[in-house]
């Protein structure tokens, strides 16, 4: 939670003569972050300030990070406390001077006022009832709260958010006459009850809200969340409750949550505030009535306390902080820091232990031995703890990960021309995976309860929308390219997560089919992969134009046009690896040089050039190469190797071979030579 | 006939290709072409078929005769090639053979990964689709924690695991962390978790989907020293030799201390600039393993302790000099003219 704190209000209570950059780079280091320090409203500044002429009047505001443990800090008098520990750390002499408001007697008559909740609900309540005169704020406190992100509402709503922001403590005004029955009765919300804030908004209650009864059954606040319309107060307030609840914060924030209502109360409530600032807040808001709305107290001070804070001990050993430190901190500085936070310490003189008596305001943050570990780390400083790395046995390194093999994967069809997208895996239902023939139903992809749109609604089954939408997106490009990415799909299962599929998928486009698929037979040969090549429809291509891509009869992928008219391939990565050969087989270099012929032949439809190729191989094992040196129409020039490890062949010897080829082309497949 | 011919080419071509000097081809040219060569004992034949077999034949004869001179003629000019003299201009522009791109993110994930991998990180990589267990409980989150607002998460329609609880799609590296401690079960641990996050935000800093790299440290004796090593070793790898890093408390419900990391700015060497403005970029958070944590993955806390970081590649990656994008949606484009300048 970012807060805005205002350099003059911080220096009412913080004397130090750090400038504002100081402060900013000290506190960032040691304790909460200064975001940023921008330029305030100008102005009077308040008058205590300006008596104090001793000190600078920097005209600037601190833009605060207060993580979501310390809601003690998120205010003036918490950024005070921090900064008079951290400062002297960098030698910049710093001294608090919060002051303790005076103890209140009542002017006049006691007015009544009745409050009952029980100690499930809120830890602490306290009113008072004040006789006041509506009047605008002064400048100096309109600006403070405008400077710290807060609109000027009139004074008696500003003074309840100007004690927040000073204290910590959330703060409440109600009209007093506008509560006819002068009660008001904490309990839970039936499901269903309305109410309207302040801001003229109603809302229906989901239940078990906790809510400020008056006694009729109407609802007059959603307390340590924001007021109600029906008790507000208003140009005709004459009589004020000022009211500080501690309310539980769990239900603060189940129902700021369900509401959709997130005031800086409600977030402060909901990380619980300082039951034991309560008194503070009232004394300060008290001070304020009388100065500046002419305010008059008109009953005693309530205050339902049940259970007051006992403060919390922790007992840590020296060794305890060295080991998790990495350094030794002397036993007298470590006392010296947690004293400036506001920690008690008793150093046991047997053990060495140290006891440290937390804080009420850090009761909810400090509560094992690495909490206190921390205030000493920061505060001495990380900036002072030395680097170093771990020495140690070092973990085994798991073989069977595909890393590696998808880096080589991503940098051959780098070498081959393949550029690299990533694509979201979060799309729309009809780009989660490849159009079906009607009459089939596929696996329901995934689905999101809260999508950011209808754009991201689903989780992919298939990288082939995406990477098909992104060639498209590329409509403009008329040389041939090729994209590709290697991601996760995500394959529901009834009872369990997903199975995460990690696929690699690729589109040519503008590209030839031959050099296409001679993109993806270089790619699987750099991989050491052996496959075979089979043509079979499937699901998402065109009938005809599309073929498997096999290896001992498991399927590795595909390859061919999709319906689209996309030349599209895909491979299970884990399934390539699986077939990968790590290491290359060598084979010694043939002594003797092979003979090359070129033989033309006609294929007629129907016969696939692969199965004629796979025939020829088989004939004789002097066979060692078949390759397709031309195609020219129907006619294809094949080249064919070959050669024996052990001799020239010689020209009677591959003419014998050729023969046997010629034989089984014209048996089995019907082919002639040209 | 024409088969004699056929073997003949055959066999010629394969020697004239393996011959490997002038002298060498001239005496293959001899046997094959000369007047007492091969092929004209072959032409002896021609005279002795009829006429319309002795014009098929005799094209071929020529075709065959033909090529083998000129292949005899392309060696020889091949052997020659190096002692060729005259005008040669060496500015000529090269022909380019084609090469694709890598993804920015790949680059950086690459080079992270090689970074731990030098000081014995073991890379990992777990569900980005994850129970609520690991993403935030076995985090010390516990069930409408407000520390959990950070973290604006993905739900996924399913039905609820008995023992872990919702199904999400992990917002941080972070879930990896107990993941690790039930893989490995006994340290040390020295793990590198890179892997895809989700988060419901989309603006110029943030997408819904991106990367994170997690490193998780458990062994016995592990300090705030050691965390600062890895981390300044890191920036020095990844950012260059001037690098340096910083930690500042923060606050983190899995870690405990916790910080957050910044490394000094490589445009201006942490002086402060126009890009950095205060000479210090914010990289993401780290800590101390909470006990709960330890605890949460079956690791006894009083034996052992650790530290772990999580941190934004993309985040990582743009505070490199050189790589300014305004809007790290860009980064995602799939445009060409994007892509081919990674």
């Known amino acids: 939670m970012d807060i805005l704190i205002p350099d003059n209000w911080l220096r009412e209570f913080l004397k130090t003569k750090a400038s504002p950059e100081d402060l900013q780079r000290c506190l960032s280091l040691c304790g909460p972050s200064v975001e940023r320090i921008r330029e305030g409203k100008t102005g009077p500044v308040y008058n205590r300030v300006a008596k104090a002429k001793r000190i600078a009047n920097y005209n600037v505001v601190y833009s605060i990070e207060v993580t979501t443990n310390r809601v003690d800090s998120a205010s003036v008098y918490g950024i005070a406390k921090e900064a008079a520990a951290i400062l002297p750390r960098f030698k910049f002499p710093a001294r608090l001077e919060i002051p303790t408001p005076a103890t209140v007697k009542p002017e006049a008559d006691t007015l009544p006022l009745d409050i009952s909740t029980n100690p499930k609900l809120t830890k602490r309540v306290m009113a008072v009832v004040l006789q006041v005169t509506n009047a605008p704020s002064p400048d100096w406190l309109k600006n403070r709260l405008e400077d710290s992100g807060i609109r000027s509402l009139g004074s008696l709503i500003d003074i309840t958010n100007y004690v927040m922001l000073e204290t910590g403590h959330p703060t409440h005004v109600f009209d007093y006459d506008r509560i006819k029955t002068h009660k008001l009765i904490f309990r839970e919300s039936i499901p269903g009850e309305k109410l309207t804030t302040l801001d003229k908004k109603t809302f229906k209650l989901p239940g078990g809200d906790i809510v400020i009864d008056d006694g009729t059954g109407e609802i007059v606040d959603l307390p340590g969340i924001m007021g109600t319309e029906n008790s507000v107060v208003n140009k005709n307030t004459r009589r004020i409750i000022f009211f500080v609840d501690n309310t539980s914060p769990a239900r603060i924030r189940q129902t700021s949550m369900s509401l959709g209502v997130r005031t800086q109360a409600a977030s402060m409530n909901e990380r619980g505030v300082d039951p034991e600032l309560g008194m503070t807040a009232i004394l300060r808001g008290i001070q304020l009535y009388k100065e500046l709305a002419n305010g008059k107290v008109v009953s005693k001070i309530h205050d339902i306390y049940p259970n007051p804070y006992k403060p919390k001990k922790i007992t840590i050993s020296e060794e305890f902080i060295e080991e998790r430190l990495g350094i030794k901190i002397p036993a007298k500085e470590v006392t010296t820091i947690l004293c400036s936070l506001g920690f008690g310490i008793t150093l046991q003189p047997t053990t060495h232990n140290l006891t440290v008596q937390i804080p009420s305001y850090r009761a909810l943050d400090v509560s094992i031995p690495e909490d206190i570990v921390e205030e000493i780390a920061r505060i001495y400083g990380y900036h002072n703890i030395p680097s170093t790395l771990m020495s140690g046995p070092l973990p085994n390194q798991p073989t069977d990960s595909t890393f590696n093999f998808e880096t080589k994967l991503k940098n051959t069809l780098k070498a081959l021309d393949g550029t690299e997208v ?106 050491r992969v052996a496959v075979i090549w089979q043509a079979k429809d499937q699901e998402g291509y065109e009938t005809g134009r599309s073929l498997a891509v096999k290896s001992d009869k498991k399927v590795l992928g595909y390859f061919g046009y999709l319906n689209s008219g996309h030349l599209y391939y895909e491979f299970s990565v884990r399934e390539l690896k699986k077939c990968a050969k790590d290491i290359p087989n060598l084979h010694p270099i043939p002594k003797n040089p092979p003979q090359v012929e070129d033989v033309n032949l006609i294929t007629p439809h129907g016969v696939y050039l692969a199965e004629v190729i796979e025939e020829i191989k088989k004939v004789d094992k002097q066979i060692t190469k078949v390759g397709l040196a031309d195609v020219y129409e129907d006619t294809k020039t094949l080249r064919i190797s070959y050669s024996d490890p052990e001799k020239t062949l010689t020209n009677s010897e591959v003419e014998e071979i050729r023969k046997k080829i010629l034989k089984t082309l014209k048996e089995k497949l019907q082919i002639s030579l040209k | ?43 002896e034949d021609l005279k002795n078929l009829d006429s319309n077999q002795k014009a098929l034949v005799g094209r071929i004869f020529n075709d065959t005769k033909n090529a083998l001179e000129n292949l005899i003629l392309e060696k020889i000019q091949e052997i020659r090639g190096e002692e060729k003299k005259g005008w040669f201009d060496p500015t000529v522009p090269g022909i380019e053979p084609i090469l694709g791109n890598l993804h920015l993110v790949t680059q950086a994930i690459e080079e992270i990964s090689g970074i731990f991998q030098k000081i014995g990180f073991v890379r990992v990589r777990y569900p980005e689709v994850e129970w609520d267990w690991f993403a935030f409980e076995a985090l010390n989150m516990p069930k409408d924690h407000p520390a959990r607002d950070e973290w604006e998460t993905f739900f996924v329609d399913h039905p609820e695991d008995k023992k872990y609880g919702k199904m999400v799609l992990t917002p941080h590296t972070s879930s990896g962390q107990p993941r690790e401690m039930q893989r490995v079960k006994v340290p040390p641990i020295r793990m590198i978790n890179i892997a895809k996050c989700y988060r419901r935000q989309s603006d110029n800093t943030h997408v819904p989907m991106f990367h994170q790299f997690e490193g998780l440290v458990i062994d016995k004796g592990i300090n705030i020293t050691h965390l600062k090593g890895t981390i300044d070793f890191f920036a020095k790898q990844f950012y260059g030799e001037k690098a340096v890093s910083r930690i500042r408390p923060f606050h983190f419900m899995f870690t405990e201390p916790s910080f957050e990391v910044d490394f000094s700015c490589v445009h201006c060497d942490g002086k402060g600039c126009r890009f950095c403005k205060s000479g210090w970029h914010e990289v993401g958070g780290a800590g101390m393993v909470h006990p709960n944590v330890l605890k949460a993955g079956g690791i006894d806390p009083t034996e052992y302790s650790g530290f772990a970081f999580g941190w934004g590649v993309e985040r990582a990656q743009l505070l490199k000099p050189g790589i300014e994008i305004d809007d790290l949606r860009t980064l995602y484009s799939t445009d060409l003219r994007h892509l081919r300048q990674f």
């Open chain 2, 1 to 43: 006939m024409d088969q004699k011919l056929h073997n003949l080419k055959t066999q010629a071509w394969a020697q004239i290709n393996s011959a490997d000097s002038v002298a060498e081809l001239e005496q293959l040219r001899i046997n094959y072409l000369g007047r007492n060569g091969e092929l004209n004992k072959i032409a």
């Open chain 1, 422 to 527: 990533y694509t979201s895996s979060l799309v729309s239902k009809n780009l989660s995976s490849l159009p079906v023939l009607k009459g089939q139903t596929l696996q329901t992809p995934l689905k999101l309860k809260n999508p950011l749109g209808k754009e991201g609604e689903y989780l992919r089954m298939s990288l082939a929308p995406s990477v098909v939408r992104a060639v498209e997106d590329n409509k403009r490009e008329k040389g041939p390219f090729h994209l590709f990415e290697i991601s996760n799909t995500y394959l529901p299962k009834t009872e369990d997560l997903p199975e995460e599929k990690l696929m690699l998928a690729g589109v040519f486009a503008n590209y030839d089919y031959r050099k296409a698929k001679g993109v993806v037979e270089q790619l699987l040969k750099e991989m």
